[in-house]
Nanobody, 114 residues
Framework: QVQLVESGGGLVQPGGSLRLSCAAS????????MAWYRQAPGKERELVAD????????NYADSVRGRFTISRDNGKNTVYLQMNSLKPEDTAVYYC???????WGQGTQVTVAL
């Protein structure tokens, strides 16, 4: 069955960095676009970034462009989200998603605070 397992979240100070990972299994990872979403308390889930199957095309939300980088390693069936210059407003649960499907990971908490 499809599994998406996120890791790498935690508590970080403003201006710091984190790298999230999402390990995928149960489908042909290299043939699927992937995405990262996030949901802050009291807010709707929003798209953060996505990447095509080959890793050559990426898209970002305006709020993270220039600070976050999505990438993937098809040999390891893993998609990453490198987050730099983190701000308190980046605090949220971050989810990995197989695009064009309803398969989600369980989420990983990112908290940006002093």
């Amino acid at each position: 069955q499809v599994q998406l397992v996120e890791s790498g979240g935690g508590l970080v100070q403003p201006g710091g960095s984190l790298r999230l990972s999402c390990a995928a299994s149960g489908f042909v990872f290299s043939m699927n676009a992937m995405a990262w979403y996030r949901q802050a308390p009291g807010k709707e889930r929003e798209l953060v970034a996505d990447i095509n199957s080959g890793g050559s095309i990426t898209n970002y939300a305006d709020s993270v462009r220039g600070r976050f980088t999505i990438s993937r390693d098809n040999g390891k069936n893993t998609v990453y989200l490198q987050m730099n210059s983190l701000k308190p407003e980046d605090t949220a649960v971050y989810y990995c998603k197989r695009k064009w499907t309803n398969y989600w990971g369980q989420g990983t908490q990112v908290t940006v605070a002093l």
